[in-house]
């Protein structure tokens, strides 16, 4: 289980590293906002967010979220507009796939707040997918017995190929993403409404029979 968390840790670092840097790039008015925001975090009083070798989660969370509040009308229209391009295809159904597995966070609060501060300084939606999966796919997969090196090949791979992203459903509260790795392989997110943003809350990776 050690390995499994090691694996995590360096999947997390990975996509936010990349994500941020994506992030900063962008050219939108609320990606520039974003960047300077997170350059005025590093240089907060030392003493209120950091003190020695504690970081205070509870003032970084809430330094976050103040900034996701009033900016919350420019995030849900960035993550609108990127999920407004997609097109339209229907869901993977089990009689073409095989579901490898389905991987949520339901009841670890903790997690779940950390990816709605995520989702706030990066709200991609397909970058936050994939920070999901590569967040909660290394457990699922080690549980289902499948070898480490095996883990970290598919992990490598879904974060270094390109899938070709659609959307299948949206409503008010609820929308459907799928990342398609060519023909065999596919990743499909649910996304609800937290806090401010859009986030992912569930999601499957099916394989073509």
Partial sequence: MKKVLIITSLCMLV???WSMTHAEKGGDE???KIAAFRQALSQQDINKIRSGNIVNKQELAETILEFGKKNESQIIAYQEKLVGRMEKKAMPTEEAYNRVCIA?????????KMVTLYSILNPDPTTLALFYAGTLLPPVLHNRQMQMDEITGWL???????????ISEKNDDTMILHGFYGNRDVLTFKFTRAEM???PAMMYWWQKK
Avoid: Y
């Fill in 15 to 17: 996509f936010f590293s």
């Fill in 30 to 32: 609320i990606l520039e």
């Fill in 104 to 112: 949520d966070a339901a009841g670890n609060e903790g997690f779940e």
């Fill in 156 to 166: 490598s791979f879904f974060s270094f190929a390109a899938p070709a992203w659609f």
């Fill in 197 to 199: 943003v859009w986030v």
